[in-house]
């Protein structure tokens, strides 16, 4: 069966400084992605970061990357040099090879993140 | 372009009643999805579909229909509300293999 589990539902970090989301993942297809999505508090989801699992690099966007270790399978987002509007809640999520022609996802419980000034 | 858009945003129904939701996207996708959020459940995939015409079910379909007539838009309906399906709702597109855009989420409560 696949599935993503986020286990730190509420995390608080310091402005400017950095922090990461645990994400871990179950499958067994060799093939997948990973996708990080953010929902702050209007509630539109916005697209962060993707990690294709043979993707030789880790992932990177602006101040969001990915640190995939794909033995441990775990794809966590690290977002560096935090601001007040990152306190959000981020959603980690996993497209399968057994979902490849359909395009769906599964999505972990997600993580609140505020960030303090 | 706008997107992905949702109607309507906000909606208040009474047990038995029935209503639909429309989706419409403006990116030409292949592929649309409705998910429902719960708190501390992430988001479930109800009915989702891969092209004009073709409408499947994903991880929570019960109580719940759907159509996609036209490319760019995806409906579901509620035929008899419960309060069980009180919840966020939110409509996606996508192309294959790429990332899901999302609407900004319909508020339901059902009383």
């Known amino acids: 069966a696949q599935k993503i589990t986020q286990t730190q539902p509420g995390m608080f970090v310091q402005e400017k400084e950095a922090v990461t989301l645990d994400c871990t993942y179950d499958t067994s297809d060799p093939s997948y992605g990973l996708f990080w999505y953010k929902q702050p508090s209007s509630g539109e989801m916005i697209f962060l970061i993707y990690?294709?699992?043979?993707?030789?690099q880790n992932a990177t966007e602006g101040r969001y990357s990915l640190n995939f270790q794909k033995a441990r399978k775990s794809a966590n987002l690290v977002i560096s040099a935090s601001q007040l509007g990152d306190s959000a809640m981020y959603f980690c999520?996993?497209?399968?090879?057994?979902?490849?022609?359909?395009?769906?996802?599964?999505f972990g419980q997600g993580t609140t993140l505020q960030v303090k000034p | 372009n706008a997107g992905v858009t949702q109607t309507p945003k906000f909606r208040v129904l009474k047990t038995g009643q029935s209503m639909t939701l429309l989706c419409a996207q403006d990116?030409?996708?292949?592929?649309m999805y409705w998910y429902r959020q719960d708190p501390g459940m992430g988001l479930r995939l109800i009915h989702y579909?891969?092209?004009?015409?073709?409408?499947a079910k994903g991880e929570v379909p019960d109580g719940y229909n759907v159509s996609r007539l036209k490319k760019q838009n995806f409906l579901l309906g509620l035929e008899s509300a419960a309060p069980s399906q009180t919840s966020v709702y939110f409509c996606?597109?996508?192309?294959?293999?790429?990332?899901?855009?999302f609407g900004p989420g319909t508020r339901l409560t059902v009383l």
């Open positions: 996606a597109s996508s192309s294959l293999r790429a990332e899901q855009f």
């Open positions: 990116m030409n996708h292949e592929y």
């Open positions: 990690q294709g699992s043979y993707d030789q």
């Open positions: 579909s891969v092209g004009e015409g073709t409408t």
């Open positions: 999520a996993m497209r399968g090879r057994w979902s490849s022609n359909t395009g769906k996802l599964i």
